[in-house]
């Protein structure tokens, strides 16, 4: 007696079928979205990085611009509270909430736009570079070797500086760069140091410190954020 076989109905078959292929689909949509996902969050990180150094780069720039400003001075702008000849006292910008102004991180970009100068930077980005230049200190001295005392150390508060008498000024720069997004901010501050010589002989200051050459450069400089 032969074994008989048992027909399956062609509609359980298919059903089979369909599903062993639907359970074997899923893991394979599940690896797809989460390669997606990686591409996307990936190309996300990219262009937040490549926005930053675009930041970053404009910052650069506008420390760089107003370094410049300052060597381009024959004689030391007056500091004033408003910050209107382009050097803000330091008492001129302690209005801005609690705190050192520069530490808080919340100033909003049209303070900047406001109180900052502005540096054409060449790109698309949301907001011009800026910078704003605090006088630190200032110390005004005669050039002539035989000045008294007195008259070599004048106070700190004078800004007329007289054909004979020589600057020594530290300033502060701290600049703001924006990338194409408003969100992308990058801060940097450096210190300057500048020495003002009069239009007077040569000799004469070469008696004083034994040289003419002015004294000028940074100093230091770091990121804030």
Request: proline share 4%.
């Amino acid at each position: 007696c032969s074994a008989q076989r048992i027909p399956f109905p062609r509609s359980s078959i298919d059903g089979a079928a369909l599903l062993m292929c639907l359970v074997l689909l899923v893991p394979l949509l599940l690896l797809g979205a989460s390669a997606m996902e990686s591409a996307v969050l990936g190309e996300k990180m990219s262009s937040n990085t490549e926005d930053r150094s675009r930041a970053f780069h404009a910052a650069e720039m506008a420390i760089v611009s107003g370094e410049s400003w300052l060597r381009r001075q024959s004689l030391p702008p007056a500091a004033t509270e408003s910050g209107a000849l382009g050097v803000w006292s330091v008492e001129g910008l302690s209005h801005i909430g609690a705190g050192v102004w520069w530490q808080r991180r919340d100033t909003d970009l049209e303070w900047w736009a406001e109180n900052g100068i502005g540096v054409a930077t060449g790109d698309e980005l949301a907001q011009p570079a800026a910078f704003i230049i605090e006088q630190l200190a200032i110390h005004l001295y005669a050039i002539h070797p035989h000045a008294s005392q007195a008259e070599s150390s004048l106070s700190a508060s004078d800004h007329e500086v007289a054909e004979s008498q020589r600057a020594t000024v530290l300033y502060r720069l701290t600049a703001l760069g924006v990338g194409r997004r408003a969100s992308s901010r990058v801060r940097l501050q450096s210190t300057f140091l500048r020495e003002f010589v009069p239009s007077v002989s040569q000799g004469d200051v070469e008696a004083a410190d034994g040289n003419g050459a002015e004294i000028q450069g940074r100093l230091s400089w770091r990121q804030l954020d």
